[in-house]
């Protein structure tokens, strides 16, 4: 990475050999008449004298640091190499390359949620990209006191605020706490905005952010499952009347077919009950506007669902 083993060096340059490092400070070297500079693409070269920019180098290329460098330096151009007077000098190579990095939550997040008073816990994963937008941050926030600076090193600072912003942003007014992946590009913007916002003080930009995924506990899928199902299905007795259809042109018996549309029904009523319960609406599975009768078979405690019949016993309800 850059590292040089005489005292003297003849060549100053990056060479990136570890990813994801956004600065590299090359200091504490000599630099003697003849060296050169060596800029690749994707870097800008800064050199620093006892702590102050003397000069940012952005165009790629092989330059001699005597004829082509230090005549362009603020304090430094009328610097003259000689036999015992070296350059001594820090040069600040920068990435300007664009980073893509991974992140997600380190431990799920309770979100505020109906019908769960102790919150709702949830896990997020997704994407962001990262570069440093201004040098002159970047060499009196960071440089100073680091030799390199990593994306891991955004990360760890980011994942450190995450938590809030993503309370925050899913808090927001109307959002639908059990489908939040259909509004996440609106919370990944909101976060995008303020992560950029704390990152420039540093003088990096978060220049996109995505969520790809939220992760619910498996009771939440598996109550999202049920509603999915409901919602298909519609009316329950259409549904049963399909059940039956399907169970007579396989041949099925009578007791096969009633048995299966009593688990059917069963399952769906348990689904609405959880629905219910989570949106705050009370307890117990829906009932049909017009039904009178009894809620369970008085015979054998079948859910009715508003039947004439019990699928179960066959015993008459109304």
Not at 168 to 177: A, F, V
Not at 247 to 262: E, L, Q, Y
Request: glycine letters at 10%; charged letters at 20%.
């Amino acid at each position: 990475m850059g590292f040089f083993s005489n005292q003297f060096s003849n060549v100053v340059e990056w060479n990136e050999t570890r990813e994801g490092v956004l600065f590299y400070k090359w200091q504490n070297q000599e630099i003697k008449k003849g060296s050169k500079l060596i800029i690749r693409p994707g870097q800008d070269a800064i050199f620093l004298y006892n702590g102050v920019v003397e000069g940012i180098f952005e165009d790629e290329g092989n330059y001699d640091i005597e004829s082509q460098i230090i005549p362009f330096l603020t304090t430094l151009k009328s610097f003259k190499f000689g036999f015992n007077t070296p350059l001594r000098a820090e040069v600040l190579f920068i990435n300007t390359k664009e980073m893509l990095v991974k992140w997600g939550t380190k431990n799920a997040i309770n979100l505020p949620a109906p019908g769960l008073p102790g919150g709702m816990p949830i896990r997020a994963f997704g994407t962001f990209n990262c570069k440093i937008v201004e040098h002159d941050v970047v060499i009196d926030k960071l440089a100073g006191i680091r030799q390199m600076y990593t994306v891991e090193d955004v990360k760890e600072r980011i994942i450190a605020s995450l938590d809030q912003l993503l309370m925050s942003w899913i808090s927001k007014e109307g959002r639908d706490m059990f489908n939040l992946q259909a509004d996440a590009r609106n919370i990944a913007k909101g976060i995008e905005s303020d992560l950029d916002m704390d990152m420039r003080k540093i003088g990096i930009g978060i220049t996109d952010f995505t969520i790809e995924s939220f992760s619910y506990p498996e009771e939440i899928k598996r109550m999202q499952e049920k509603a999915a199902a409901q919602s298909m299905v519609g009316d329950m007795n259409r549904y049963t009347q399909m059940a039956a259809a399907d169970g007579m042109s396989k041949g099925r018996t009578g007791s096969g077919i009633a048995s299966d549309m009593v688990g059917l029904q069963m399952g769906m009523a348990l689904g609405q009950q959880m629905v219910n319960q989570m949106n705050g609406s009370g307890t117990g599975a829906t009932q049909p506007a017009n039904s009178a009768g009894p809620k369970f078979c008085p015979n054998c405690g079948t859910p009715t669902n508003g039947m004439k019949f019990c699928g179960n016993c066959g015993n008459q309800l109304f």
